[in-house]
């Protein structure tokens, strides 16, 4: 399972790039210490929108799209 780390939560999404969509496997998506876990079928069937042209990446000459999630963190327990 690919883990990806978000620093932005917008309008309540999260956005992360279409190559992880493409590739079809599960994820795990980082905000602080909350994650939300998305299974292949999940990022094909719940992508809320995609970003209408491409971005260049800031550490190559890569461009990409980004797809956004509703952000819904997994429910953790707290530990005492």
């Not at 883990?3 to 279409?18: E, L, N, P, S, Y």
């Not at 876990?37 to 980004?66: C, I, N, T």
Request: hydrophobic content about 30%; charged content about 30%.
């Amino acid at each position: 399972m690919k883990t990806i780390k978000v620093k932005t939560i917008w309008q309540g999404t999260v956005a992360i790039r279409d190559k992880y969509v493409a590739d079809r496997q599960p994820i795990l998506i980082k905000h602080g210490n909350d994650t939300m876990e998305m299974s292949a079928e999940d990022l094909a069937e719940k992508m809320v929108s995609k970003s209408g042209k491409p971005y260049q990446d800031k550490f190559s000459e890569r461009w990409h799209y980004l797809c956004y999630y509703k952000w819904k963190p997994n429910k953790q327990q707290k530990l005492i």
